[in-house]
């Protein structure tokens, strides 16, 4: 595709690299693009809650078998994040997504003719690996193409993208069961999924050239470096619990939580769903604007992280407590506060250099779905297991989200303490002076 040549110009960059950076409507061009793919990948993240109900009634499904089919499509994701950061940074960004997704309109539409258990979860783990770049394509593609102090912002404001893609799967969804039904769902999704492709492909140039001067042996030797830096151990438990558990919990239970706790309709449930979703897309809007203030003003950008997130475990508390009490006020603040934990991709990055940044966000990635799998699953493990004790469905839900909620408080106070400030990047040798 082709594109205004003033759209794109080069500058050395501080590290004494040159980088190509783009404006104007080729900028716009990218960053739709990518974020209308991962309205995509967004959206198959949270479908499970509006149909959980179908599911459970057509297929006699109990509460550990829909979170380990629910939380398929973490770990699929998750295996898919180390390979996924050596080819972003090897091939780019567009490349890489524009392949892929065409794996998650192939597991979109086994899921849709399924008539097996087992077909449904080879399903959605197909679709875990096709939306696996969908985010950390566009994070690449962001840090190689757009200048360092957008990078918090542009996070954000993908965000809000994919909060698009929930909204989605709330309401809508909901009212198009009676007529499509969750299998009729899903064909349209393989359907969305195909022209997303396309689009990646043939609507974007190519900006980027393969890095073949290193084998893809050699590029995965980034990862011991990254895995090595105290910084990312620092972040990777609150990303892993705290960011990977919101993503569990709005994944799937929280649809639960209003049937079966509170005891709303399904239909309410997801109109409830549908206002979180708009909620947490004010809440990225919103830092994307905030971030790029401070940031440009000089100030500690992560101080907003630490302090949303924080206010969201107090949040978190109150509304397990209450139980059948809870309101859907407390999610929507909840939902606004959480939002901040987008930001755990950009503090992660700050150490290392712009090589290494489709590794360093697909490192951690890795680990926040896993998080996300594992809570996903074992949220439905402990209410069965509770269950099993005599509790009721209602107290074994909120046990199984007080553990949540401890194990997020810890790795809160983790981060949090004296000495999370980077300041400088990993002497990385050859990596860092060959640039990005």
């Not at 050596?86 to 091939?91: A, K, N, T, W």
């Not at 193409?145 to 912002?153: E, I, L, N, V």
């Not at 007529?179 to 022209?195: D, I, N, P, Q, S």
């Not at 971030?291 to 003003?297: D, E, G, L, N, Q």
Request: aromatic share 12%; with cysteine; charged share 10%.
């Amino acid at each position: 595709m082709r594109y205004n040549p003033q759209d794109v110009s080069h500058e050395i960059g501080p590290d004494g690299v040159e980088h190509m950076y783009v404006s104007g409507g080729l900028a716009m061009r990218v960053f739709i693009i990518f974020a209308v793919a991962y309205v995509m990948s967004y959206a198959f993240r949270a479908i499970n809650a509006v149909i959980a109900q179908p599911l459970v009634q057509e297929l006699g499904l109990t509460a550990g078998q829909l979170g380990f089919l629910a939380s398929a499509y973490f770990l699929s994701f998750a295996i898919m994040q180390l390979p996924v950061g050596v080819m972003l940074d090897r091939y780019g960004p567009r490349r890489v997504e524009a392949v892929l997704i065409g794996f998650a309109a192939l597991g979109a539409l086994l899921f849709a003719v399924a008539d097996s258990y087992l077909v449904l979860w080879l399903g959605r783990a197909l679709i875990g690996v096709g939306v696996s770049a969908c985010l950390m394509a566009a994070v690449k593609a962001y840090s190689l193409y757009f200048r360092p102090h957008m990078q918090a912002s542009l996070s954000s404001w993908m965000l809000v993208a994919g909060s698009l893609g929930a909204l989605t799967v709330t309401t809508p969804v909901e009212a198009a069961l009676p007529a499509l039904g969750w299998r009729g769902v899903f064909g349209v999704a393989a359907v969305l999924c195909v022209l997303a492709g396309l689009a990646l492909w043939f609507a974007l140039p190519s900006l980027f050239k393969p890095q073949k001067t290193q084998s893809v042996a050699d590029m995965a030797q980034g990862y011991k470096a990254i895995y090595a830096h105290p910084h990312f151990w620092r972040v990777a438990p609150l990303a892993m619990i705290t960011q990977g558990g919101f993503m569990a919990f709005h994944g799937l239970w929280v649809g639960p939580w209003f049937t079966n706790v509170i005891g709303v309709s399904n239909a309410q449930a997801a109109q409830n769903m549908f206002w979180i979703s708009a909620v947490l897309m004010l809440g990225y809007l919103a830092l994307g604007f905030l971030t790029r203030r401070v940031s440009k003003a000089g100030g500690d950008e992560d101080q907003i992280m630490l302090i949303g997130m924080g206010l969201s475990l107090v949040i978190f508390a109150v509304q397990i407590v209450q139980g059948a009490q809870s309101g859907l006020w407390g999610w929507l603040i909840h939902a606004f506060l959480i939002s901040s934990g987008i930001m755990t991709y950009a503090t992660c990055n700050k150490p290392f250099p712009k090589k290494l940044t489709g590794r360093s966000s697909t490192a951690l990635n890795l680990l926040i779905f896993i998080g996300a799998f594992s809570i996903q699953w074992g949220i439905g493990i402990g209410i069965d297991s509770f269950a099993a004790l005599g509790l009721s469905s209602t107290d074994a839900m909120r046990i199984s989200l007080a553990i949540l909620w401890v194990m997020q408080l810890c790795s809160w106070v983790w981060y949090a303490r004296p000495g999370r400030k980077v300041s400088h990047l990993i002497p990385f040798g050859a990596e860092q002076q060959r640039g990005g």
